[in-house]
């Protein structure tokens, strides 16, 4: 499994029906990111109100903050496997709308917990366990949406239309740095401690609800209606239309794929997380920064990430997957560890490292922009859902959801202020060999021409 081959299942639809594919896969990923952003933004808040009994450090409560954010992290590819073993076998649709429930009532929960003083320890226990159920919907989300954006991409748009994931990804992160940022300006350090912490969380309700009306008018893809046609057919003719289809390709293909796709985004995975979301936490503990400091530098980030995201899914469209994600990767290696020399430089400009930061978000995005349509392309429809989503969360899972986690302890016990980039380029290093075995084997005009086909 590799690129696309004619009767692949990559089909597209009218391009109302793409639009609408568009809106509602992207407004689902969007609420996934601002929540994982607003808890990253708030990892500090967060690590105060529910993991400080008293007595206890507050470097021990941020490590405790970050395995929390670590565990949900762990259950998407569970999720990725549940819901996406669902989609391939009833539709995409179904599941979409079953993950942005359970998606807003977690998240939505979150803002009304009760805090460590008020129930003890019981506090830290239903943060966590609404986390999982995060977790859960979100490795469910991702494979689900991207199958429903690239199967109704026009030909040729594949690169273009599953970029608009990763876009909405930065939109999530910035709404979340921007509520975060408005809360810290309009409300007193002790109000936001008490209870302005809150108030994002509580806000993905109606966001939540306004993207389940969404996947309600959201039609089955075309490449999956196909599917269900032609099991249909096997089965009237006496086969078994699961698991003898002809489009099912062998266990052992399928897991090779996973692999090498999780570690073909991996790089975009950990210098994603660590750049976008673990870079205000470690700003304040490590650099020094005011809180308000950390969340410009943090949105500035996110600006340089989103920039690129769509140039890269459409240059990528025309030139390959392989070589805009591998410069990205490349970059990442090379500047990781000037950028934070940079940061760490008293005697630098504000604008100066504002600059750097941007130019940080920017080259993540290189990756973010085709990675999701490079990822679909490797599986047939008959186990997309599964197969994408399993790369995708296992590799968030392991360098994304961790990164807080292995970056503030490995600080702490090192005393080295360099960790950050030394993980960033590490990571995207292997990511850069295993794009390197991405074999493209169409130009752009030929592959338009066996999307039509197929």
Avoid at 376 to 394: C, D, I, K, N, Q
Wanted: proline share 6%; glycine share 12%; charged share 15%.
């Amino acid at each position: 499994m590799g690129s696309p081959a004619p009767g692949s299942g990559l089909r597209g639809g009218g391009p109302e029906r793409s639009r609408r594919a568009l809106v509602a896969g992207s407004v689902g990923n969007f609420i996934e990111w601002y929540e994982f952003g607003v808890y990253g933004y708030f990892a500090t808040v967060i690590a105060a109100r529910f993991f400080t009994p008293e007595g206890g450090s507050e470097v021990e409560a941020l490590v405790r903050t970050y395995a929390s954010f670590a565990l949900a992290f762990f259950f998407r590819p569970v999720g990725a496997a549940l819901f996406g073993r669902l989609g391939d076998r009833v539709g995409r649709r179904p599941v979409l709308i079953l993950v942005i429930a359970l998606m807003t009532a977690a998240t939505t929960l979150i803002g009304a917990l009760p805090t460590y003083d008020t129930v003890g320890a019981l506090a830290p226990w239903l943060l966590t366990f609404l986390r999982v159920l995060q977790g859960l919907s979100a490795g469910g989300e991702f494979g689900g949406a991207v199958s429903v954006m690239t199967e109704f991409a026009p030909p040729g748009r594949r690169g273009l239309y599953g970029s608009w994931q990763s876009f909405t990804v930065a939109l999530g992160l910035l709404g979340g740095a921007g509520a975060a940022a408005l809360l810290a300006t309009v409300l007193t350090g002790a109000q936001l401690n008490s209870w302005g912490w809150r108030l994002p969380f509580l806000l993905t309700l109606p966001m939540g609800l306004g993207a389940l009306w969404l996947r309600l008018r959201l039609d089955e893809t075309p490449s999956f209606q196909a599917l269900r046609a032609r099991r249909a057919e096997q089965a009237d003719a006496g086969g078994d239309g699961e698991e003898r289809h002809p489009d099912r390709p062998p266990g052992r293909a399928v897991a090779r794929a996973i692999a090498l796709g999780a570690g073909r985004v991996m790089g975009w995975a950990a210098a994603g997380y660590t750049f976008l979301v673990v870079l205000p936490s470690y700003l304040q503990s490590s650099l020094n920064a005011t809180f308000q400091q950390a969340l410009v530098a943090t949105v500035l980030a996110n600006l340089g990430f989103a920039v690129t995201i769509l140039p890269a899914g459409l240059l990528s469209d025309r030139i390959g997957r392989r070589p805009v994600m591998l410069a990205g990767a490349l970059l990442v290696t090379v500047l990781a560890v000037p950028l934070l020399d940079l940061l760490q430089d008293a005697g630098r400009s504000h604008l100066l490292k504002g600059a750097a930061v941007f130019a940080a978000g920017a080259v993540v995005g290189l990756m973010a922009g085709p990675g999701p349509a490079m990822l679909s392309e490797m599986f047939p429809t008959s186990v997309r859902h599964t197969g994408l989503g399993l790369a995708y969360a296992l590799s968030n899972a392991v360098f994304s959801g961790c990164a807080g986690l292995i970056i503030t302890e490995t600080v702490e016990r090192t005393g080295s202020v360099d960790i950050p980039a030394y993980y960033a380029a590490a990571t995207c290093a292997v990511s850069a060999l295993a794009l390197l075995t991405l074999r493209e084997e169409r130009t752009p005009r030929a592959t338009r021409r066996a999307q039509v086909g197929s």
